[in-house]
């Protein structure tokens, strides 16, 4: 018997890894070794020590000791699966939505799915600790008040309910029907695995410091006789869901996008475009951007770009308008891969071409700007991977070559200089400021043609610090995921990171992967 225990003990030995040091940002992960009684235990046996370091520097932890490395890891901690989205993804459909939000104290993890549920998480062990159930929906949006109490989400479904939840419980404290500003349609038959689109939904779900709801609630869907209908329509609600402002006072034949606030100037950008049929009505700025005062939401400024002939024969916007009343500053990002920076009276600061259209041969070639943002007097912008445009005579065909801007982070200044650039084998997609102001977290999804597992996830740069540093010197830690991840991640301010992760196809006609939220540090 004692032989073979020994032998036991000897088999477990072996078998447990080797005590390591990780070096993350701010901080020290402390594996397979106890750890100072001050250490924050996480999953797995392993716990994170906050602890500046340098490059270069020898620490010792737990009796490990290890030379800090030249750029910090990023490692997950947990992960929190989601369900079945395989027909989604096997079906060619574009990755699940999936909103995530930290709570203001950093300890809880709201998330909304693609299938209709609303989840808070341990945030730092993945643990779920309620979970409410939506059903014929998908959850468009989620938030926190600013006391952590309350939880809003924002479905998008025949109703379009937006819910104050209880954060303990998920119980309802108030709920508004945005069906009733934008109207509803029928929710999609069951084999109709992208009809949830065409419901009404919240565009944008922001709090303001106050306690305030800024809602941009949208519609467009088809009608009974095929005839293509918009109705959208900006509200300021207040903390109890009474209605405190709207534009326009009522909804508009057009659709509100994604608002960006402007705190400080008391502004919020948003992003009008159209799919109509018909003409468009007279007074928006379809094809561009309008300024909001965000008190009682009165108009303050628009901008609207024409179509870049001859390879374009309509203006698209997507998540890539903001404003600066500080900066005296207007962004607009076009699917033609024109950046248009603008005062508030409208006036010319530059024009930048980004991605624009250029020949490759016979065949021109471009990049999209969709995403971008103001910090602190720069402009933040990514270009896409290479396309052709559409009103090419051949846009199905393959890009001969890559626009010589394609699949970059852009920092430039109001007047459209180049402060610093980035690019790398990652697929960028989606760009977010994190909790502190100055993190800046860019998405890394799925690829076109690389079959590369390994460049998955969120990339972290550093916005602030000493000017004159690149990108390479600005870009803090890789948080590499198994899976492609959906376009929003999100960080608390100690600096986790969490990502929604999906499948993606295998071309055999099926998927790997899995639909998960995943934490990273």
């Not at 309910?161 to 419980?169: K, N, S």
């Not at 960006?260 to 100037?265: I, K, R, T, Y």
């Not at 409208?346 to 259209?357: F, H, V, Y």
């Amino acid at each position: 018997m004692l032989l073979t225990l020994l032998a036991l003990t000897a088999c477990q030995e072996a078998q447990k890894p080797p005590a390591a040091l990780i070096f993350v940002r701010g901080g020290v992960i402390v594996e397979g070794a106890a750890p100072p009684k001050d250490a924050r235990p996480l999953p797995g046996g392993r716990a994170l020590v906050a602890r500046l370091w340098r490059p270069g520097d020898q620490v010792e932890l737990g009796g490990v000791g290890a030379q800090a490395p030249g750029r910090a890891e990023c490692v997950p901690i947990a992960h929190t699966p989601l369900g079945d989205v395989s027909r989604l993804i096997a079906g060619g459909g574009s990755p699940p939505d999936t909103s995530l939000a930290f709570s203001p104290d950093g300890d809880r993890l709201a998330v909304g799915s693609y299938l209709g549920e609303l989840l808070v998480l341990d945030a730092w062990t993945g643990e779920v600790l309620r979970k409410k159930t939506v059903p014929e929906a998908l959850i468009k949006r989620v938030a926190w008040s600013p006391d952590g109490r309350t939880i809003y989400a924002a479905e998008q479904s025949p109703d379009a309910m937006i819910w104050a939840l209880d954060a303990e419980t998920l119980k309802a404290r108030w709920s508004r029907r945005l069906a009733d500003d934008v109207g509803s349609s029928p929710a999609p038959a069951g084999v109709d695995l992208f009809g949830v689109y065409s419901l009404p939904t919240a565009f944008g779900l922001e709090v303001l410091p106050g306690g305030d709801l800024l809602v941009a609630a949208s519609h467009g869907w088809n009608d009974e006789g095929g005839a293509r209908l918009n109705r959208s329509r900006i509200l300021r609600l207040s903390p109890e869901g009474e209605l405190v402002a709207g534009f326009p006072e009522t909804a508009v034949d057009g659709i509100f996008l994604h608002p960006q606030l402007d705190l400080e100037g008391g502004l919020v950008a948003l992003s009008v475009t159209r799919s109509a049929s018909g003409d468009a009505p007279p007074g928006l700025p379809f094809g561009g951007m309008i300024v909001l005062d965000l008190v009682d939401l009165s108009p303050v400024a628009q901008l609207r770009a024409e179509p870049l002939a001859p390879h374009f024969e309509s203006v698209f916007v997507w998540e890539a308008s903001a404003v600066s009343q500080r900066d005296d500053l207007m962004v607009l990002g076009l699917g033609d891969g024109r950046v248009l920076l603008r005062r508030l009276n409208g006036s010319e600061r530059a024009t930048l071409d980004a991605g624009a259209p250029v020949m490759a041969g016979e065949v021109p070639i471009s990049a999209s700007v969709g995403h971008a943002l103001i910090r602190e007097g720069e402009v933040v912008y990514l270009t896409s991977r290479t396309t052709i445009p559409w009103g090419a005579a051949s846009p199905e065909l393959r890009p001969p070559t890559a626009h010589p801007n394609e699949n970059a982070l852009w920092v430039v200044s109001a007047n459209g200089e180049t402060r610093w650039t980035w690019t790398g084998p990652q697929a960028l997609d989606g760009v977010s400021l994190a909790a502190d102001g100055r993190r800046l977290l860019v998405g890394a999804g799925a690829r076109d043609a690389d079959t590369r597992e390994d460049l998955f996830g969120a990339l972290v740069f550093d916005l602030g610090g000493t000017p004159g540093r690149g990108g390479e010197e600005r870009l803090e830690a890789f948080c590499a995921t198994a899976s492609p991840i959906f376009f929003r991640p999100v960080m608390s301010l100690d600096g986790r990171v969490a990502v929604a992760e999906h499948p993606a196809a295998d071309g055999q006609g099926g998927v790997k992967g899995e639909y998960r939220v995943t934490i990273l540090r």
